[in-house]
């Protein structure tokens, strides 16, 4: 998972929300464009064009708006902008394995979750170099929960991982790397380019380089 700042939800969006009256309250159902549409970009923005959970590039045609907390359990969300974000996955596949937004759908324990806009959420999880993700702590269920509920362990998503982790750390460079090399990967990969971008799975590579900088 990757951690999101929000920022000031669009103002068509908020416009739109202050129509309601007596005879009808907005709903999400509702909600067309262009306010949705402005509504998406604004999220794919405000996440530097990448997924909320699994952190791979996104852009409008291939994202879709995600409520953290399910429309289902929680009706009065449905329009908050703070439960709102951009996850991968567009249209769902029978030939396309389902993480991220698709996969977790109407579910949620609102117990064990972590959410995208807890600052620590990613020091929560640790990366290893085929790809793999797993919970930075054994004993912390609730990063076991959100791995196996977004599906973030899926064989696509794992080779995705490896590839850039591979691109970044060769055995060259693991084998000389220094405690300054790691920090400017770090810096790097936590800083959006010119457009505002991260790169793919630019939080993975940031993470990993600050488990190699531990002791």
């Known amino acids: 998972m990757r951690y999101v700042v929000k920022n000031q939800e669009p103002e068509s969006f908020a416009a739109w929300k202050k129509l309601a009256n007596r005879d009808w309250k907005p709903s999400y159902q509702d909600l067309m464009n262009p306010e949705k549409k402005e509504l998406h970009g604004s999220l794919v923005a405000e996440q530097g064009g990448t997924c909320c959970y699994c952190g791979r590039e996104i852009d409008l045609a291939d994202s879709h708006v995600e409520h953290f907390v399910p429309q289902a359990s929680a009706p009065d969300q449905a329009l908050d902008y703070e439960n709102l974000h951009a996850s991968c996955i567009r249209e769902r596949s029978p030939n396309l394995p389902l993480h991220c937004g698709h996969a977790k759908e109407e579910e949620l324990?609102?117990?064990?979750?972590?959410?995208?806009?807890?600052?620590?959420?990613?020091?929560?999880?640790?990366?290893?170099l085929d790809g793999a993700v797993l919970a930075a702590d054994p004993a912390d269920e609730s990063a076991a929960y959100m791995i196996k509920l977004l599906q973030l362990g899926i064989p696509s998503l794992r080779n995705r991982r490896q590839a850039v982790l591979e691109g970044v750390f060769d055995n060259a460079f693991l084998e000389s790397a220094t405690s300054a090399e790691l920090e400017t990967i770090r810096t790097v990969y936590r800083t959006r380019d010119n457009a505002g971008h991260?790169?793919?799975?630019?939080?993975?590579?940031?993470?990993?380089?600050?488990?190699?900088?531990?002791?």
């Open 109 to 128: 324990d609102q117990a064990l979750c972590i959410s995208p806009l807890d600052p620590t959420c990613e020091q929560r999880f640790k990366y290893a």
């Open 198 to 215: 991260f790169a793919d799975f630019a939080h993975v590579v940031a993470r990993f380089a600050e488990q190699l900088a531990q002791p």
